[in-house]
């Protein structure tokens, strides 16, 4: 089992920057594969970056390049994103996911991960 522990949400201006923190406990196998996905409202959970402990793996969605970053601090067993250049289009609730073994080619459907965060909202005003 695995607990995940999303922060660093808020509200910014457009063009402002924030960094995301998410913190797993329990199972460090569980969480080999970390995840953020993004849900605004209306709008199907979409997968942001994916950072694998095992084989340094890390994809970024096409939407997330070039101004998202995902990090990991394997010591603390946390993932971080850092977001910037931030528009209103990026408004929505940010999640954390875990999932013990990469999904490939499509790690961004929401169904490959067996974890979940309660999320972390971010607002953004133009």
């Known amino acids: 089992q695995v607990q995940l522990a999303e922060s660093g949400g808020g509200s910014v201006q457009a063009g402002g920057s924030l960094r995301l923190s998410c913190t797993a406990s329990?199972?460090?196998?569980?969480?080999?594969?970390m995840a953020w996905f993004r849900q605004a409202p209306g709008q199907e959970r979409e997968g942001v970056a994916v950072n694998c402990r095992i084989g340094y793996i890390t994809r970024y969605a096409d939407s997330a390049k070039g101004r998202f970053t995902i990090s990991r601090d394997n010591a603390k067993n946390t993932v971080y994103l850092e977001v910037s250049s931030l528009t209103p289009e990026d408004t929505a609730m940010y999640h954390c996911a875990a999932t013990p073994f990469f999904p490939g080619g499509v790690w961004s459907q929401p169904h490959h991960f067996d974890y979940w965060g309660q999320g972390t909202q971010v607002t953004v005003s133009s």
């Open positions: 329990g199972s460090t196998d569980s969480s080999n594969c």
